[in-house]
């Protein structure tokens, strides 16, 4: 049994926006972004979050897999909770057990790599991932730069498909970038400077020292997964006299930067194509630098199938359209008639009764008939029997479309609302709501995946309620 990387995931959401729209929409005010105006940016529908995007991406490393998880740890920069833990929310989803332990770890957007370091140095076993859906204000550089994503990693003994080396960090209050507490946005400072003080006098002594440690040059690390601006990057490369062929594609012109979560999606990206024995740096970068040196082993070409981001950012509905950008990260505020004004006020005792139901989309299959059904009562309708049904969650199953409606009067911040009936094998029939079709694009039969959405928000008492809705599946 060896200790290192044993499985990995990623999440991109569908939905892309197309950089020159913005452009041609917010250009007539600032001409100096006409130079960001190619590719698209990934963007996080009205009902996603880092938390929902954090769950895709675990659900994706743990697929078809058995290993137990002890310990989970969820690294952003925007977290929808300040005072809850929203690990232990990523946790319920992922249906970990409740002895599992959990962490929130933030303050930079190299959170997710320092904790990564931490964990490899101390051999924990620990599930953790990295999700970021930063808001960035309208005709701003963060605006084109940015974009909405989650990557993990699971940590512990068996046949890791990566091996740890090595890590180096350098701390450095290097202001590079910040957002104060009650802030929407991210101030930036000067890229020159935060370039010529930042990147090339704390980042080479970092790269260094990770190498030193595992006794290799820099010139014998095959991949180098580095979370920077181009500029930096080929900075970086130039002075330590590195190929720029050895950096690894930074997802941006298809993806864009997903803050905390952008070094794990970038490594999850090389994972799924890297070949056995070979070598790879992570460097993290804010108010200092990580650096981390990991070995790839046998085990990869089996263990990462269908996993990593190619299947997310395969999977894309295009748009050009400014305003419904804006309007699903509310940043534009549409009246949507009197539809909208509803009180969305969460009873927390009767959630707390049925959190695992909601959370885990826990339902219960009768070990007397094997009839499957949400939610769990006492008796089977199938066949009748009492206290025979054994928990089963449906959110890893793939379900089909029995019926649905388009609805273009109820209110939905994505019209039309579609909802309607979902059939599982075993007999379970679910009436839920649906996310991230395109009007027009279902049909009765069609297959499903169940996805971990924001229900809907209580504006009032700022809470939000999370549920399972079926959306498209993610196949290559």
Known sequence: MSYGILSFGAYVPSLRLD????????????????????????????????????????????????FSVPHICMASTTFPFSDRSNSGLVADALNLQRSIATEDFGGSRRAGTSALSRALSNSESTLMIASDCREAQPGSVQEMNYGHGSACVLLGEGKPIAEFLSSSSEHEDLIDQYRANGI????????????????????????????????????????????????????????LGLERSRFSD?????????????????LSHVLSNAGA?????????????????????????????????????????????????????????????LRAERDNRTSLSAFYRRRRDINSMLGGRCSNCDALQYPRSIICVSCGTSNSQVEESLSGLTGRVKSFTEDWLAYTPSPPYIYGNIEFDGGANVMLEFTDFEPGSLSTGDEVRLAFRVKDRDEKRKFHRYFWKPAPLTRL
Request: with cysteine; aromatic share 8%.
């Open 19 to 66: 950089r020159k729209a913005v452009f041609e929409a917010v250009g007539w005010a600032t001409p100096n972004l006409r130079g960001l105006a190619s590719g698209e940016r990934s963007v996080a529908n009205w009902d996603e979050d880092a938390i929902t995007m954090a769950v895709e991406a675990g659900l994706d490393c743990l697929a078809n897999t058995e």
């Open 184 to 239: 929407e946005y991210d101030y930036s400072l000067e890229e020159r400077w935060v370039r010529e003080e930042g990147w090339l006098k704390i980042a080479p002594d970092a790269m260094q020292g990770a190498a030193s440690k595992a006794g290799i040059e820099l010139s014998d690390i095959d991949h180098f997964v580095v979370h920077g601006n181009g500029g930096a990057v080929a900075a970086v490369c130039k002075k």
């Open 250 to 266: 930074d997802l941006k012109a298809t993806c864009g930067d997903t803050g905390a979560a952008h070094a794990f999606l970038m």
């Open 277 to 337: 024995g070979e070598t790879i740096m992570l460097v993290g970068f804010g108010q200092g630098v990580d650096a981390l040196i990991i070995k790839t082993t046998n085990h990869l070409s089996t263990a990462r199938q269908g996993r990593g981001p190619e299947r997310f950012m395969a999977r894309r509905r295009a748009t050009n359209n400014y305003t419904f950008y804006l309007s699903l990260r509310e940043r534009l505020s549409l009246d949507f008639g």
